[in-house]
């Protein structure tokens, strides 16, 4: 019922910066659903990145992250961001963008009830 689209990964060099966006459609309008960043490297499991309550009052980011990715949203545009800093080879992986239904954070993807096709983020040396 809820359509998510991510854009703007892309190939960058370590240190580089990323803006990951993603677009909601659909479902109950848009500041109903706690939102969430996701990310799956190459032969390992989907991992949390970050997440946003409903009304942006509150966040949460993997502990490794923390400090060099921030997560946001605007409930006009019915658009989540992610900015990525200071970006490094292992954060190398395809981010998806998933919609809760509900408007409390999670960290678990199974919690999470759309998802987005994901878009490719690749950081090389």
């Known amino acids: 019922q809820v359509q998510l689209v991510e854009s703007g990964g892309g190939l960058v060099q370590a240190g580089d910066s990323l803006r990951l966006s993603c677009a909601a459609s659909g479902g109950r309008a848009f500041s109903n659903y706690a939102m969430g960043w996701f990310r799956q490297a190459p032969g390992k499991e989907r991992e949390f990145v970050a997440a946003i309550t409903a009304n942006a009052y509150s966040t949460a980011y993997a502990d490794s992250l923390k400090g060099r990715f921030t997560i946001s949203r605007d409930n006009v545009k019915n658009t989540l961001l992610l900015q990525m800093n200071s970006l490094k080879p292992e954060d190398t992986a395809v981010y998806y963008c998933?919609?809760?239904?509900?408007?409390?954070?999670?960290?678990?993807?199974?919690?999470?009830?759309?998802w987005g096709q994901g878009t490719q983020v690749t950081v090389s040396s």
């Open positions: 998933a919609a809760r239904g509900r408007v409390s954070i999670s960290r678990v993807g199974i919690d999470y009830n759309y």
